[in-house]
């Protein structure tokens, strides 16, 4: 019988917290018989797993004859392996409360760190979003300031958002074929804080949440932090098994499921409409939440622009299905505005969930949303031909430089995945930063640790000339690890 007298697990700084399993901790290890020595080689490792967030900060790494055992490995290298974390500041110790993971002094998380583009690299492909042309917020920016004057005697605060924007919304979808009235329209900090309301409002701890892997990493590593259970379903580059996710949800009946059937991040997929009914059939016989993040369906390159996913569940049968998206894609990240879409109820709920938090979104903001929306309210047909022109121009670099890598020329959204055919990613993408250039690793969308080490994902969306010189930077990088003088000169950088 457990002692519930037993006083919570604590960090030494009186945080509560969790205990890492040992076999947990050992998947999204490398064989410490790959290299040498062995105790250096786990410790990047897990310094790794700490910085991606894969392995959470304030959790208790397991003892150490327990790691030892599940790695196969001795228990001196585990002590030196902690040693060594110990002493570059990813783990401190007190007597009696076991390791504890933690970050060094001055050290951000990779999360952090990948949206800020460092001075000194010139090239920047880790982010797929587009800059907004100067002159178009600059007519905005014009339009809209005698509104902001006309609200400046009000207190400002709109927790589910500005009316005229939440209409704006409404009346989008309700163009795009799925009828939405403003009530059922919550305006958010970007589609990343509609998500995460989301979670926190109809999840909590243990919960089961269907992702497709690979998927997108700030969902995902939204997941970790609520701490629910993931179960996921693959997109490869034919897209869905709609089998598979039917499957899934009848077997895991997870609380959530959170999918991006447009111009999927990173794969680039668009789920066929067929296939979208039956989800949405098999969402709510499993009586499952769907979030379906639409941020990238405005990209349309090859094809029409699809209609919203909730548009193809039968008459009365979207109540189940919340919808997020944000101009973030589409016209300027730096804007910050997204929204969803869900039952008028449910918005209430949301709405009081993130009063919590930041009480409503800035009025001029939202202001400047409302202006480039009726400019028009999906991207204009230059931008999308400059999409098409950049992509184009990728694909002819990558095939020049790299022959024997393969990708499937996407339908729209803004990034190839691209097969290396061998599993380099992460030590190219950690070279590429010597030439000036930054790159993703396709481990960085997966769901489970030590998968799409063999793929990159690749935007399109920076100007032509640039895309070539980051593609033959990256063939020196390429090179450079080839070469067996230049091979060895700093050690594997893991990510799980």
């Given at each position: ?123 920047d492909l880790a982010r797929a979003a587009p800059g907004l042309p100067e ?307 396709g481990a960085f969308f997966a769901t489970d640790p030590g998968i799409f ?44």
């Open positions: 019988m457990a002692d519930t007298n037993r006083p919570p697990l604590t960090d030494g700084a009186g945080r509560t917290g969790r205990t890492l399993g040992s076999g947990q901790l050992a998947a999204m290890l490398p064989d410490p018989a790959e290299a040498r020595p062995a105790y250096r080689h786990l410790a990047q490792a897990i310094s790794t797993l700490i910085l991606d967030g894969r392995v959470a900060l304030h959790v208790r790494l397991p003892a150490e004859r327990e790691l030892a055992a599940a790695l196969g490995t001795s228990r001196t290298t585990i002590t030196a392996v902690y040693d060594l974390l110990r002493e570059s500041g990813y783990a401190h110790s007190r007597q009696g409360s076991g390791t504890w993971t933690t970050l060094p002094e001055g050290r951000a998380p990779s999360g952090i760190t990948r949206l800020l583009a460092p001075e000194d690299t010139a090239i002159q178009t917020l600059l007519d905005a920016l014009a339009h809209v300031t005698l509104q902001v004057a006309g609200h400046a005697h009000t207190p400002g605060y709109h927790p589910y958002g500005l009316p005229e924007l939440r209409a704006a919304i409404a009346e989008r979808f309700t163009r795009r074929g799925l009828a939405t009235v403003p009530e059922q329209i919550l305006v958010t900090s970007g589609a990343q804080h509609a998500l995460t309301l989301v979670i926190g409002l109809l999840s909590g701890p243990g919960d089961r949440v269907m992702t497709e892997n690979p998927s997108y990493p700030n969902a995902l590593e939204a997941m970790r932090r609520a701490r629910l259970r993931n179960v996921s379903v693959p997109v490869t580059d034919t897209g869905w098994d709609v089998e598979i996710v039917e499957s899934t949800l009848r077997q895991a009946v997870p609380q959530l499921a959170y999918l991006i059937p447009d111009f999927h991040n990173p794969t680039g997929c668009l789920m066929p409409e067929r296939e979208r009914a039956r989800v949405l059939r098999a969402a709510a016989r499993a009586g499952s939440w769907l979030v379906i993040d639409e941020t990238l369906a405005g990209l349309a390159l090859d094809v029409p622009a699809p209609p919203p996913f909730a548009s193809h569940a039968a008459p009365g049968g979207s109540g189940q299905v919340i919808t997020i998206g944000s101009m973030s894609k589409t016209h300027w990240a730096g804007l910050r505005i997204g929204w969803l879409r869900a039952p008028a109820r449910l918005v209430t709920e949301l709405a009081g969930q993130r009063v919590a938090t930041d009480i409503g979104g800035p009025v001029l903001d939202q202001l400047l949303a409302l202006e480039l929306l009726a400019m028009g309210g999906e991207p204009v047909p230059s931008r999308l031909e400059q999409l098409r022109t950049q992509r184009a121009v990728l694909a002819e670099a990558l095939a020049e430089h790299f022959p024997h890598w393969t990708w499937r020329l996407p339908p729209g959204g803004l990034s190839l995945w691209v097969d290396l055919g061998e599993p380099v990613a992460s030590t190219l993408a950690e070279r590429a930063l010597d030439h000036g250039v930054r790159i993703e690793s080490e063999h793929r990159l994902r690749i935007p399109y969306t920076t100007p032509p000339q640039t895309l070539r010189e980051a593609v033959h930077r990256m063939a020196a990088a390429f090179a450079d690890g080839r070469s067996p003088s230049k091979a060895t000169r700093r050690p594997p950088h893991w990510v799980a």
